[in-house]
């Protein structure tokens, strides 16, 4: 069976978030959930993407499932855009692929430059009060707290600028108490001119990644966020971890189109 690792929200080898695709074949379902598992922690990244066609005349092409090294994910985006980046280099898929998954309906269509376009549900955001140790665990004074929608499940936190986001270094296993997969760090970009107009860095420690490199899902909740803030349904954000990657996004209401490319690293057999 073919695995392949492709770096996404990235056009070069090495930036980005490295993620593992496997194709698999046409049966009707996936394979045991524990193999899933297996393979996925193997692989260790922070995640893979399982896939199989569906049969012709139904809503979507494609059954996707994604896994972390500890366990499997309601949403994730840079796998998505691995997937459908794989599809259509290999061939296997063309024009819009839609995919079936656990947060319902997806789809990935590729652009100009061999950019792909997701779309996604939009993220919901409730005001919620910075619960007691979060800026303790985070290592900073946190400005606002909102909280996500269930398919992500994260706290998405305002910190005073993006220095201070660059800066962070967390209490890890603090910060797992706050919510069920981690949080999103946030704040404006301090020179939009350099082409992104908001910066983050992601800190999953709930589901075995301490920091995400570049988190479409995330994004899904904070492009109404920065929308809302900056008056704009189209932005660029930068996601700020040691890897980096730049993420498009879109707002149109309920959903979002998160923008990116991918760069195919590894292209292997998996022998077990």
Known sequence: M?????DAFTDR????NPAGVLL????PSFPDDGWLQSVATEVNLSETAFAHPLPPGGEADWALRWFTP???VDMCGHAT???A???HTTGASTGTIRFAARCGLLSATAGKCGAITLDFPTSPLTEEAVPAGLGEALGTTVTGV???GPHIGDLLVEVADERTVRSLSPDLAALKAHSRRGVIATAEAEDPSLGYDYVSRCFFPGVGIDEDPVTGSAHTALAPFWSARLGRDDLTGLQASARSGLVHTSLRGDRTLLTGSAVTVIDGELLA
């Open 2 to 6: 073919r695995i392949r690792i492709v």
């Open 13 to 16: 080898p090495f930036k980005g």
């Open 24 to 27: 698999l074949d046409s049966s």
């Open 70 to 72: 500890a366990t499997e």
């Open 81 to 83: 855009l691995a997937t």
């Open 85 to 87: 980046h794989v599809l």
């Open 146 to 148: 909102l909280g996500t």
